[in-house]
């Protein structure tokens, strides 16, 4: 069943019920001739009115006038006339005039038309308890009115009796199955629901999409351009573009877009537009008012705008256009930020989110493709003129505050529960509530007796309501903590608590919806405030209330933080989707130019053994190799693959038939550009330590996307390296291309890299991981290079797991911690309950470390060596601080006598009886490290990493070492988040660096980030 056409759609006031949604014979009469009936001074003012005059209006309509005009009228007569007084009155934004007539009409008459008038006034004086019992009335008057039910649903929903309010709105939808509108809203409110089944709510969405956009309605072919690297008509479709919530995303994305590669158009349904309207206007190329068009037309005219992907950014939320998606008009179609779920249609192909927001496992919950962006799927439009951030106000009252200022829908029972559970937990403090309904007394009263019945007296209890936006941000000066609702997360409160200084706990879930705090958070380098269980949850707001001094310190700093991470970071967020775009887009251009298998679904599933059997091209064949290489963690062979493939598409050879979910997987959108990043990937870590054939690479990699400042940037660093490695300042040539470079960028990351080739760097921090990093201001120095060449350290899959292990509270000791690549990381994860220790012996690298260090508390840096005792040693230096190598000798020559401790030393200085998680590149130590290691590492179960190959001698005499002391050595597969169990005869991919030392007792910690495997199994 399709949706119905309409030729035109009515601009709307407040809904009116119409006399064909009526079936009282009496108020039928009333709908029809109340216009006709109208007395001609009435009719008169609504003229004046209409003409733009409203003060002369209103002065027709004077409330003696009016006394005096329907003093004699009979009682029919009285009642077209008070009604239609009310009308013009409301149509004037006259509301409590309007309200005045229709209660005395309601006195004489019982219309549920008045009722339901009645119910709109209070609602928009935000009187919802008074509103509903209007709807009630009106609802006992018309039983069979899907927009009483709807509208009943929506205000009960408003006071928290969520189970009820949908029970109403699935009533109108009952009534009227064909109404898109009504079927969107309950399930946008099924969200609210505290328990709600996966399954359930997804297919609810399915029921949606079969109903009203059926596959018949859509276009079967399109007439796009197929060429896959021409500029693209992006179109957006919202009902908000407006003041919203989804103006604080929405125009960073728009006016950070790249107007070279992509032309953006706005197709906008703004029933009220408003002064951020006029401003997003201006920053579409192209902006299109659809508000008064039916779906059909809003689809033939998207469709002769020659839109190549289409975006849904208002999802099941009020006045979407989501039908209009069901015809299909672009060839590709994507659902994005403003509705926590999938759109259930199957006309949409694509939904962005990130790693955070949705699990992959949730794919099985969304009728779209998942498109995760590498970083935040959002950017926050911060408001420069917020107040000034404020000290905690635990620092004043002696108690700490903490608040909620989320919308009530997203609050229940359950949640109240735990929230009374830590005002328990922490002896005097308090709780403000702000939601729009707050100042209505009997809402206000609805939670209170909640608070009370967990035990909460109301004086610990502040709840009030809306206040003007000035004044609303003022209100975070009040609150210490923020508690994030649960299952459905703030988005807009959470971005602004957090860049008014307030840190917010959140309580992590299985849905997008329950996990919008986790993605801000993680972005923020701050996911130890995201808690797993309502116990945790519990836990860490109280954890964090016992730190006042730590509360105002994270405060202080919150806002730079914050202005400094992705969730700002309009750049870096446009960059993603326009990166995403393309290989939609590129992915589309294929299956139009080319007929070969789609083997897409057989990859996925890791049949890789089946794609070989099949009819593949020799190239296509190489892919999966490669492919399934990488998997299995045998960098070495998927590296002679690729440069095998590579070689062979150099010389001309086709592969039309490469897999798409190998190109997805690249970010590459043909087999020459494949290869070649592989190549580049897997030829030796990094540039760095082959520099002429990397340049060859990279110029090869431009020529293929000159659009592209990755392959100019590296090609840049690398020619400046060769030349500082000779001994000689860079060429003008070079100099030039990274200052083109950084016209192009304007980052951090281009600037340094054209200061420090140019020689004009003597001190040099990076972003890096949530912080900054201090490095030296070298390009020769390995981990600078490193950095500035791949934007975090070459170790990527034991760096990765590194980081997914550590938990908030952790004690984390990285022994050999050079400039802090590892220890940093461990001091953004574990917070202010944590402790990270940093032991460097180079007096240099340490002034660097220490200077990193100064932005965390809780890191606390020793310039020794470690040995199994106290002692003296030398430090011999390398060509970079990476390359330094440890003696017990004297030392002669370029070296630096060094201090030495035992690891049980170093910890006893640093206040610490045990690790969690320990890492270790001692350069040569490594025995004596683990002699000296007899409470931390003997007596107690840290997982340890540590280096196992030094230049190409594999030192497997250490995996005996741990053996000895109760240790098991895995090696990390981070193709399969696979830890494989180390046995004698194994063989070590040429790539493996690192090991992980695990006691049997600490396995249960790779639980969600690993999986535990006694051998590794490869079907190539």
């Known amino acids: 069943m399709g949706r119905k056409k309409n030729n035109r759609r009515r601009k709307r006031s407040p809904v009116t019920l119409q006399s064909s949604q009526v079936n ?10 109340w216009e006709s009936r109208m007395p001609q001074w009435l009719k008169d003012a609504e003229a004046v009115f209409d003409s733009g005059d409203k003060d002369r209006a209103l002065e027709l309509l004077t409330e003696s006038r009016i006394d005096k005009a329907i003093e004699n009228l009979s009682h029919p007569e009285r009642v077209f006339v008070l009604y239609g007084i009310a009308q013009v009155l409301k149509k004037f934004e006259q509301k409590e005039s309007a309200e005045k007539y229709y209660k005395e009409l309601d006195k004489t008459t019982s219309y549920s038309v008045v009722n339901y008038e009645i119910a709109a006034i209070c609602k928009a004086y935000g009187r919802i308890t008074e509103s509903i019992g209007y709807l009630e009335k009106a609802a006992q008057l018309r039983p069979n009115s899907n927009i009483i039910w709807n509208s009943m649903g929506v205000a009960l929903m408003s006071t928290g009796q969520k189970e009820r309010s949908v029970e109403c709105i699935r009533k109108a939808v009952e009534l009227e199955p064909g109404n898109s509108k009504f079927h969107s809203n309950l399930l946008f409110s099924m969200h609210y629901l505290s328990e709600i089944g996966l399954d359930v709510i997804f297919q609810e969405h399915k029921k949606w999409s079969q109903i009203h956009t059926p596959a018949s309605l859509q276009r079967t072919s399109h007439s796009n351009d197929a060429a896959g690297d021409r500029r693209l008509r992006i179109g957006y479709v919202s009902s908000d573009f407006r003041t919203h919530s989804v103006s604080y995303f929405f125009p960073p994305l728009l006016s950070a877009h790249d107007r ?32 008064e068009i039916d779906d059909e037309s809003v689809a033939n005219m998207i469709a002769d705008d020659r839109i190549d992907i289409l975006v849904d950014l208002g999802g099941h939320t009020g006045d979407n256009r989501l039908p209009v998606f069901g015809y299909k008009p672009a060839p590709i179609q994507v ?13 949409i192909d694509y939904r962005l989110t990130d790693t955070f927001a949705n699990t992959p496992q949730s794919q099985k919950y969304y009728s779209e493709e998942l498109v995760f962006l590498p970083q935040s799927f959002l950017c926050y439009l911060y408001n420069n003129s917020a107040p000034a951030i404020a000290i905690s106000p635990v620092m004043k009252n002696g108690y700490i505050t903490f608040g909620s200022f989320n919308t009530n829908h997203k609050i229940n029972r359950p949640l109240i529960s735990l929230w009374s559970q830590i005002l328990k937990a922490n002896e005097n403090s308090r709780f403000i509530l702000k939601f729009l309904g707050g100042n209505d007394k009997e809402q206000a009263e609805y939670y209170y007796q909640q608070f009370a019945e967990f035990g909460i007296d109301r004086k610990r209890v502040a709840i009030c309501g809306k206040r003007p936006f000035t004044d609303h941000l003022a209100m975070y000066e009040k609150i210490d903590i923020a508690l994030d609702t649960y299952p459905y997360n703030g988005t807009t409160t959470t971005c602004e608590a957090l860049w008014m200084g307030v840190p917010v706990i959140s309580l992590v879930g299985q849905m997008h919806m329950s996990r919008v705090g986790f993605s801000i958070l993680s972005n923020m380098g701050l996911e130890f405030f995201a808690a797993k269980t309502p116990q945790e949850y519990v836990a860490k707001a109280t954890a964090l209330a016992l730190k006042p001094e730590a509360l105002n310190k994270i405060r202080g700093s919150m806002r730079s933080r914050m202005s400094a991470s992705p969730v700002c970071n309009k750049n870096l967020l446009a960059r993603n989707i326009e990166d995403a775009y393309r290989k939609m887009w590129v992915k589309w251009c294929r299956q139009q130019n080319s007929s070969a298998a789609v083997v897409c679904d ?24 490669v492919d399934e290489f990488l998997r299995a963690g045998r960098r070495a062979e998927a590296y002679k693959c690729a440069a095998e493939g590579y070689e062979r598409v150099s010389k001309g050879e086709k592969a039309p038939d490469v897999p798409d979910a190998i190109f997805r997987k690249w970010d590459v959108a043909n087999e020459a550009i494949l290869f070649l990043k592989i190549c580049i990937a897997l030829n030796a870590f990094s540039s760095y330590f082959n520099v002429p054939h990397y340049m060859q690479m990279f110029k090869t990699w431009l020529k293929i996307e000159p659009d592209n400042m990755e392959p100019y940037i590296r090609l840049g660093l690398a020619s400046a390296l060769q030349y500082l490695q000779q001994g000689r300042a860079a060429s003008e040539q070079t100099l030039e291309l990274l200052e083109y ?31 900054r990093i201090h490095v030296y201001p070298e390009l020769t ?13 070459f170790e990527q899959g034991d760096l990765s797991l590194f980081r997914k292990l550590i938990r908030h509270g952790d004690r984390v000791l990285d022994l050999g911690a050079n400039v802090g690549v590892y220890s940093l990381s461990a001091a953004v994860r574990t917070g202010d309950d944590g402790c990270v220790v940093a032991v460097e012996p180079s007096s240099r690298t340490f002034r660097y470390l220490r200077e990193s260090a100064k932005q965390f508390d809780h890191m606390q840096c020793f310039h020794c060596g470690v040995s199994d005792s106290s002692s003296i040693g030398s430090l011999s230096f390398g060509g970079s601080s990476e390359l330094n190598k440890f003696s017990e000798d004297e030392g002669a020559g370029n070296c630096e006598k060094v201090e030495l401790m035992s690891v049980d030393d170093v910890a006893a200085m640093a206040g610490v009886d045990s690790f969690d998680i320990i890492k270790m590149d001692v350069e040569g130590f490594e025995k004596k490290t683990i002699a000296g290691a007899v409470k931390i590492m003997h007596e107690n179960s840290p997982i340890i990493f540590y280096e196992i190959k030094e230049a ?69």
Request: hydrophobic share 35%; with cysteine; charged share 25%.
């Open 24 to 33: 009282n014979p009496a108020e039928v009469e009333l709908l029809r001739q």
């Open 260 to 291: 070279g590669k992509f032309e953006i158009y706005g197709y906008g349904n703004v029933e009220s537009p408003d002064d951020v309207t006029n401003c997003l206007k201006a920053g579409f190329d192209v902006y299109r008012d659809i508000f």
């Open 335 to 347: 659902s994005y930020l403003g509705y926590p779920d999938t759109t259930g249609a199957d006309a």
């Open 602 to 625: 057989s990859l996925s599933e890791g049949r890789h053994d089946q794609v070989l059997s099949g009819q593949l091209s020799s190239i296509a064949k190489l892919a999966v190799l």
């Open 741 to 771: 470079v950084d016209g192009r960028m304007k980052s951090d990351r281009s600037a340094a890299a054209l200061g420090l080739a140019r020689g004009e760097i003597s001190g040099l921090s990076l972003p890096y991981d949530g912080c």
């Open 781 to 793: 120095n390995i981990t600078t290079y490193v950095l500035l060449e791949q934007q975090d350290w």
């Open 952 to 1020: 190409k001698d594999v030192h497997f005499e250490l995996i005996d070492s741990f053996k000895d002391i109760g240790y098991d050595s895995y090696f990390y597969v981070p193709g399969r988040s696979m830890l494989v169990k180390y046995s004698r005869g194994t063989e070590i991919d040429d790539y493996l660096l690192n090991m992980i030392a695990v006691k049997p007792e600490s396995l249960g910690r790779f639980e969600g980030v690993a999986s535990i495997e006694e051998s590794l199994q490869v079907t190539v």
